[in-house]
């Protein structure tokens, strides 16, 4: 693990040096996402072939930074810079398009409802989401109380019942108050605070202090400067999925501030032409070029996120396709020879229709899944 060291002075005016660990190290993270406009482009992005012509969006075009032991970072931009993208990135909730990140400790991601289920009570949302992060039954149990009267009157209310009959804000508020009473290493807050009202913005504010003083890392979405000015010691600014500026707080959000009011001034048609365009514009190759000493590695895109080779998926479907003929061939006591010589003598042509719809809709459900999985992490 590669460590830095800070020089600090204390309050009686003595130097000592710290060291601290490397606790997020990430190198020109990209994240490309398929632009569906119309219900035939949903479609052909779950057909393996047939997504190739659909018009991609960039959401982050190489970003890297590193974030040491109890710093507090705070991530600033405008709407639809990344920010939010960068967050689900670094929690290991979605995966990049390409790009490296190491992270050392376990991360805990709190946003406007983010992995809360719907259709469980408030009740039934902490058990489950305490269970996720390795709580026992008994830890529950004893912090259950405590959860519930953090996140306020209106979720103490309706705590028995379904999450979709919630708020944005009591949402908001029920996933804070679970992920403030665990212990993470790193805290990914993403504009957790700003939904709530002002006394559970000042309880959420200072919990944040008090991790801040325990030393923890804390990574910090939010359009409010006031916010990023009172909780962050740096600031990485991020637009249009590249990293403008890093540094002290004292240094970054001023500038950064001082664009917003510009590019608030821009008419709306201005300012949906640069999104566009900036979202269009870059390839992998261009940003390789751009950085000729580093590693080929960084600039690849991860295999999980290609779609699989049209020979892979014959040999997927061609040895599903000798599986269900060898149970077959074992059931009707015949040899596995015998059953690919004459495959019909051992499977009806039904079983055959039965087996490719049960293969392509495995397909769809698994692409649709994982879809389904990056939109939900995103609204
Ligand atoms: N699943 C998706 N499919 C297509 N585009 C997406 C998807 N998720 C995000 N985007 C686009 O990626 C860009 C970055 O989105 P992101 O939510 O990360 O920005 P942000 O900086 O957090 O924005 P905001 O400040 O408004 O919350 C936006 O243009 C957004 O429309």
Not at 116 to 139: P, V
Not at 282 to 302: C, G, H, I, Q, V
Request: hydrophobic share 40%; with cysteine.
């Amino acid at each position: 693990m590669i460590h830095k060291f800070e020089k600090c002075v204390c309050a009686e005016g003595i130097i000592f040096i710290l060291e601290k660990k490397l606790k997020i190290r990430a190198r020109f993270l990209t994240k490309e996402y398929d632009m569906m406009k119309t219900k035939s482009d949903m479609l052909k992005t779950l057909l393996p072939f047939g997504n190739t012509n659909i018009e991609k969006f960039w959401a982050l075009k190489g970003v890297s930074f590193d974030v040491y032991e109890g710093d507090s970072v705070g991530i600033v931009g405008l709407n639809g810079g990344g920010k939010s993208t960068l967050l689900n990135i670094v929690s290991q909730i979605i995966p990049p398009t390409s790009g490296e990140l190491e992270v050392n400790g376990q991360t805990n991601i709190i946003s406007v409802g983010a992995g809360l289920n719907y259709s469980l009570t408030g009740r039934e949302n902490i058990i489950m989401k305490c269970e996720m992060l390795g709580m026992s039954d008994a830890e529950i149990n004893a912090k259950m109380d405590d959860i519930i009267n953090f996140a306020g009157d209106q979720v103490i209310q309706k705590i028995d019942q379904p999450v979709k009959t919630y708020s944005s804000g009591m949402k908001s508020r029920l996933g804070f108050s679970v992920l403030v009473h665990q212990d993470p290493d790193i805290l990914i807050i993403d504009e957790a605070l700003s939904v709530g009202d002002a006394p559970f913005f000042e309880k959420g504010v200072a919990r944040m202090k008090q991790f801040k003083a325990e030393g923890k890392t804390i990574m910090f979405v939010s359009h409010s400067i006031a916010q990023v000015e009172e909780l962050c010691d740096k600031v990485i600014w991020i637009d249009h999925g590249r990293v403008v500026m890093e540094g002290d707080t004292s240094e970054v959000l001023p500038k950064f501030d001082e664009f917003q009011k510009t590019y608030n001034k821009k008419s709306k048609a201005e300012r949906n032409k640069i999104t566009h365009d900036s979202g269009t514009n870059f390839t992998l190759e261009e940003l390789r070029e751009a950085n000729p000493d580093e590693p080929d590695r960084y600039f690849s895109k991860r295999l999980y996120d290609k779609p699989f080779s049209w020979q892979t998926w014959t040999a997927m479907i061609f040895l599903m396709y000798v599986l269900v003929l060898t149970i077959a061939a074992s059931i009707k006591n015949k040899s596995i020879l015998f059953a690919l010589i004459h495959p019909l003598a051992i499977i009806s042509i039904r079983t055959v229709i039965i087996f490719a719809i049960v293969v392509v809709a495995m397909i769809l459900a698994g692409k649709l899944t994982r879809r389904n999985k990056e939109r939900h992490v995103m609204d």
